[in-house]
C-alpha cells in the first residue's frame, strides 16, 4: 500500500526574480537570470511528501514532449513513482513564476496536460487510489478529476482547494482535511476575506466560514507568517508561524500539506499535525523555489 497518492498537476516553472511585482500593464525589467525548475501544486506536494520520508505516487499529466519527459525524471529521482503520470495530447504545463527578493510572488499557469485528465483517465488506477493510505488532491486539474477521486479514495482525504474555485457539497462532505488559505476559504464560503492581517484578527469570521462548508473533519486554514488557524466543530486552535527571514514563499503551501498528511498517518492529532507542517513550511520559505525547497525530515525536526 501506497502511503500518500497525489492527484494533481505538473508544471514546469519559468521563475523570474525581480525588484518588485509589476502593477497592471507595467513592464519590470529584471537585471537577474530566469531558471527552469519543476512545479505544479500537484508534484510538489509528491516530492515534499517523499523528502519527508514517504512512498508516494503521483497520478497526473504531461505532455508528450520533451518537458514532460524532464519533469517526470524529476520526481522520479526524489523517489516518486510515476507510473501513474500519462502523456496527453497537449503541451505540458507551464507556469511563468515572478518572485521578489522579499519572498512575494504572482505566478500565471497554462495549464497544458493538466487540465486534459479526465475522470476516465483514473480508471486504470482505481486500486492505487482506493488503498492508498492518505490521497492529496489541489485544484490545478478539473473539478469532476477531484470529485471522482475523492469519491473513490479510501484513506485519508486531504484537499487544498487552490486555486480557489467552487466544490460541490457532495465533495466536500467527503473531505476529511480542507487546507485553504484565507482567500480560498472566503470564495468557497461564498464569503469575503475578514478585515485585519494579524494572527488573531478575523478568527471568529474564518471559523464560521469554515465550518459552513459542511467537510467531515477538520478545516486547516494557512494564514503565512501568521501561522494557521485549525478549526473543527466545536473549536479553533491558532498554530503560530515559526519565525524565519523568507525568501520565496512559492511552494510553502504544498510542503505544509504535504508535511500535514505525513504528521496525520504517523497519528498526531490535527494540532499537532499543523504544528509540523508550518515547521516544514518555515524551511520552505528560507530557500528558493517551490519543489526544490521542499525540505527534508531531518531538517524540520531541527527547526524550533
Known sequence: MTDIVVVGSLNVDVVVPLDELPAAGQTVLSAAD?????GGKGANQAVAAARLGRSVAMVGAVGDDPEGQWLTGLLAAEGVDTSAVLRAPRPTGQAIVLVTADGDSTIAV??????????????????LIGDAAAVLLQQEVDAAVVAAVVAAARGLV????????????ETLARVDVLVPNRGELAALAGATVPAGTGPSEGVDSLAAMARSLGTRGPVVVTLGADGALVVTADREHLVPAEPVVAADATGAGDTFCAALADALLDGAAIDDAARWASRAAAVTVTR??????????????AVG
Open 34 to 38: 530566469h531558471s527552469r525548475a519543476g
Open 110 to 127: 497554462s495549464s497544458g496536460a493538466n487540465m486534459w485528465l479526465a475522470p476516465e483517465h483514473l480508471r486504470p488506477y482505481a486500486d
Open 158 to 169: 486531504v484537499v487544498n482547494p487552490a486555486p480557489a474555485r467552487p466544490i460541490d457539497a
Open 288 to 301: 528558493p523555489g517551490a519543489m526544490a525547497s521542499a525540505p527534508r525530515r531531518a531538517e524540520v525536526l
